[in-house]
């Protein structure tokens, strides 16, 4: 009798490439999930605060104590900062894992664009040097560094003569940028702190902010392949600075933003 034998088919081994993607797709769904809670289930009850509040002013109306709208105001303030942080950790974590597109840009016009949106006081002067050439990147994702940047400089300058300039400077494949201010300076021991995400020096009930903007910047930057740095001290100002690869990983897309087509 002659035997005969059979052979079980295993199915072939996954490609570890092919199940690292997958793994990474699953993490990115469940973040995107949690970024939908987080946007929807958390700041609709801020939304609901802040409207009991307001209701709360318009029954009252001119009889309201001064204690009680002192202590709505301040209501109305931890809601708004309160949003502001989701807000900046949706920002946060959508960094390096939403597509963006991929453009030349004009950054001369990207931040001539940011200055006018900042609306620098009077007393705040803004002004630009140096070379700012077309560069690839994506303008909203840009834009946010030269914002969160330039605002921080306006918003810790603290003096009667203020003075904001930005510097381009052109090397062969990267171009540096700097935002100088001749503010109260920050002191070495915190230069990396302030990069942290809800770090900032001074209450918040001092200078507005929630200590974001400066990790996000940091976030964007090193994700481009850039490298962001800090010289200060007290009383010397900031210099805030950061790098800009010409050649991005991704090609971009022919023509320039707000410019002349190249």
């Known amino acids: ?13 996954d490609n570890p490439d092919s199940a690292l993607a997958r793994m990474l797709a699953q993490r990115n769904a469940e973040l995107d999930q949690f970024a939908y809670v987080v946007s929807h289930d958390l700041r609709a009850p801020l939304r609901g605060i ?8 318009e029954d009252l109306g001119d009889q309201i104590p001064e204690e009680t709208a002192g202590q709505l105001a301040l ?23 939403v597509d963006t597109q991929i453009e030349m840009v004009d950054i001369r016009a990207l931040v001539t664009e940011a200055i006018d949106l900042l609306a620098p006081p009077p007393t705040v002067e803004v002004r630009m040097e140096g070379d700012f050439p077309a560069l690839p990147a994506n303008f909203i994702v840009l834009e946010q560094v030269f914002l969160n940047l330039i605002g921080n400089a306006i918003k810790h300058c603290g003096s009667a003569e203020a003075q904001v300039r930005v510097i381009g400077v052109d090397h062969e494949e990267f171009c540096e940028f700097h935002v100088v201010d001749n503010g109260p300076g920050i002191e070495p021991q915190f230069h990396e702190r302030i990069f942290q995400i809800f770090q900032t020096l001074e209450s918040r009930d001092k200078v507005e902010g929630i200590g974001m903007g400066l990790a996000l910047v940091k976030k964007i930057v090193e994700h ?3 490298v962001v740095s ?19 990983d991704d090609s971009a897309t022919p023509g320039v933003r707000n410019g002349t087509s190249v």
């Open 75 to 97: 209501l109305r303030n931890r809601v708004h900062r309160m949003d502001a942080m989701i807000q900046g950790i949706l920002q946060y974590s959508r960094v390096g894992r």
């Open 230 to 248: 800090l010289k200060s001290d007290v009383g010397q100002g900031a210099d805030f600075s950061f790098t800009w690869l010409k050649t991005p």
């Open 1 to 13: 009798m002659q035997a005969s034998s059979t052979f079980s088919q295993q199915p072939p081994e």
């Open 50 to 57: 802040a409207n009991l509040a307001k209701w709360i002013e």
């Open 224 to 226: 481009q392949g850039g």
